[in-house]
């Protein structure tokens, strides 16, 4: 890499190291010039945000050497010139026990090795003279190069993954690719930024990690790590998009990564995330080229990110599509007949597989059988094989390799790139008729995707919607607008059985809903509610039938003891109708009342029982960003019906 001869070259022309000319460090810092510090590059490389007053992101003290330089840039920008000009002193070596090789903390190395961006981004702006400012020998550094050996790199997208509240909408990192990484791409270096979670605990883990109760980091791990993670343990897809990099933009990115190496940053979900701060260190690579920080402010969503980085002019190269291991496994069952796809499966089991069903049969359909019993026993494995599931996973590839049948290649056709994709926050608007008369209504939603938008480009039968607030003016009242519905958090995965099995669907709804009550004085009624449960999906009738055993908690006022708890189930079905533009949901929910009160009844007076109503929508895309929707619902002695236009940016 071009860096690691720069970084020679550099050690090479100080010679001995001698101590730096103390009035040429004056003469630098009265020298008459354009203000650095309020030059972009230097606020980039700080992390500094905001002005005119700006402050940097990053939270690590040791990341500044003045005491107030996270917040003044002019202050760390001086501070930072006369840390280039300290004396090298001598530091013991820390052996590293796993590799046996010797290493200083970066917080103890000389402040030119501790921030090579730094330092080569004001050499090149000041003109440094090497002989009266003696450039440091950096040994960790120049090993650290040498270990990576980036010649390229790569933006790396992985699909959302339900299971967890932080991947919920995808993730990116950064793979560092070594020369031409054809057939050896697992050996590549990735580079990502998480938070360091204090906790598993679902509700202390959203409120810490919107309020920044977690430390976020960088990270460097083999690419073949975090392949497994993704899609061998959570079964999300990867999409792999070379970037096309100058030299000295790749040079700039690398040696501020090793930056990074010493810092941490407040994590906040919402817009100070995983993509965020990947951003912020891509833009290192070209600070004038690349503003890619600057699109956006209190919002950040992992697939926005990875557009705004593709839609730059000149930057996207090869993309590369590494399918989860469901997939790879569902599509070497698909291409068997149903007994032998049957004796794949209970081929991929440990316990008594039954190897003399493959006697009989010829070698080819022998070898598929054994492919597709093995990636099946990969995917139910996931990554903590006991020895048992070792041993069965050996004996399955002792067993294929000694079939030297040729067996046609499994091609697995990629699906629409994410990037391809509606845009991620919408707002619509419309109006409708209920049977209080009618309303206009106005619909702002951050994130992301609902089971009538465009799927193209995201998770099939996968919907998750963030902060949804639907607002109601209704020209019959002399009010302002009413809060008529605000989802906190609303998802849907709806997983139909496929060749591997049926697998478990489910759906949650958190949020405030305003219900049709008599006993709120003739008004709507604001109540609060946990819904949701889990269930089971089906292809059918050209898209996805799905079921739920739900459960509701609701909270509010007219009801008695002001809460209540009820059961009960969601049937219904979503898909396209026609061609792929006009999608339909159509869905009824039944709850019973086991705690509290019935239902909330349009008509005056407490009324016990059952909850019950149907609800139907039908959407149909104008354009990549706008859809026309109408809907309609009917239950609990109330109707309405509406139509809207929603329009995504």
């Not at 291991?325 to 070497?332: D, G, K, P, S, T």
């Not at 081929?347 to 003399?356: K, V």
């Not at 109708?577 to 339909?584: D, K």
């Not at 009844?601 to 990549?624: E, K, N, T, W, Y």
């Amino acid at each position: 890499m071009m860096v690691q001869a720069w970084m020679l070259a550099v050690a090479a022309s100080s010679g001995v190291a001698s101590d730096a000319e103390p009035g040429y460090l004056e003469e630098l810092i009265s020298r008459p010039r354009v203000d650095l510090s309020e030059e972009r590059a230097w606020h980039v490389l700080g992390h500094y945000v905001g002005r005119p007053q700006p402050r940097s992101t990053v939270d690590s003290k040791d990341f500044f050497f003045s005491r107030e330089g996270k917040v003044d840039p002019s202050g760390e920008l001086e501070a930072t010139l006369r840390a280039f000009f300290a004396p090298t002193s001598t530091v013991t070596r820390t052996v590293d026990p796993a590799t046996g090789e010797g290493f200083v903390p970066i917080q103890k190395q000389h402040p030119q090795c501790r921030f090579p961006a730094r330092f080569r981004h004001l050499a090149k702006r000041l003109d440094f003279d090497p002989s009266r400012l003696p450039f440091r020998d950096c040994p960790d550094l120049v090993w650290w190069l040498r270990q990576l050996r980036v010649q390229s790199v790569s933006l790396v997208f992985a699909g959302p993954f339900l299971g967890n509240p932080a991947s919920m909408f995808g993730h990116t990192f950064i793979r560092l690719n070594q020369g031409d990484i054809t057939g050896r791409e697992l050996s590549a270096y990735t580079v990502n930024f998480g938070a360091n979670a204090t906790t598993n605990f679902a509700v202390s883990y959203a409120l810490l990690g919107i309020f920044g109760g977690f430390a976020g980091e960088f990270s460097t791990l083999p690419f073949y790590l975090k392949a497994k993670e993704y899609t061998d343990l959570e079964h999300r897809e990867l999409w792999i998009y070379d970037l096309s990099f100058s030299t000295t933009e790749l040079e700039n990115l690398i040696l501020h990564l090793w930056e990074m190496g010493q810092a941490w940053f407040r994590y906040y979900y919402f817009d100070e995330n995983c993509s965020y701060q990947l951003l912020s260190v891509l833009e290192a690579a070209n600070p004038d080229r690349f503003h890619f920080t600057d699109r956006f402010d209190a919002w950040v969503v992992p697939s926005d990110t990875m557009r705004i980085v593709l839609n730059e002019q000149g930057l996207l190269g090869e993309v590369t599509y590494r399918p989860a291991q469901r997939e790879v496994a569902e599509n070497h069952a698909r291409r068997l007949e149903g007994s032998d796809r049957e004796l794949a499966k209970a081929l991929a089991t440990p316990q008594r597989p039954p190897w003399e069903a493959l006697e009989g049969l010829s070698p080819e359909v022998q070898a598929k059988i054994l492919d597709a019993a093995y990636e099946a026993h990969r995917y139910h494995s996931g990554l903590d094989l006991t020895p048992e599931e070792s041993a069965h996973e050996l004996k399955l590839l002792r067993r294929r390799r000694s079939i030297t049948a040729d067996v046609e290649a499994l091609e697995i056709v990629p699906p629409t790139r994410p990037d391809a994709a509606h845009p991620t926050a919408s707002v619509s608007l419309g109006g409708g008729i209920e049977r209080q008369g009618a309303f206009v209504e106005v619909q702002v939603r951050p994130a992301l995707h609902d089971l009538l938008s465009d799927p193209t480009g995201y998770e099939p039968g996968a919907a998750i919607e963030l902060l949804n607030t639907t607002l109601r003016l209704r020209p019959s009242d002399q009010d302002l607008p009413q809060l008529d519905r605000l989802d906190f958090v609303r998802i849907a995965s709806l997983s139909p059985g496929d060749a591997l099995g049926q697998r478990i669907s489910w759906h949650l709804n958190a949020g405030l809903l305003r219900r049709r009550i008599g006993r709120c004085e003739g008004s709507d009624c604001l109540m609060g509610q946990l819904f949701g449960g889990p269930g089971l999906s089906l292809s059918a009738f050209g898209g996805t039938l799905f079921g739920f055993l739900d459960v509701e908690l609701a909270v509010a006022g007219p009801f008695r003891e002001n809460a209540r708890f009820a059961a009960g189930s969601t049937v219904g079905w979503v898909g396209a109708l026609i061609g792929p533009r006009l999608r339909l949901l159509i869905e009824g929910t039944y709850l019973y009342p086991i705690v509290g009160d019935g239902r909330p009844d349009p008509l005056p007076g407490p009324v016990d029982g059952p909850d019950a109503f149907v609800q139907a929508g039908l959407s149909s895309r104008i354009s990549h960003a706008v859809e026309l929707r109408a809907f309609g619902s009917v239950g609990n002695g109330a109707w309405e019906t509406s139509s809207v236009v929603r329009m995504y940016f």
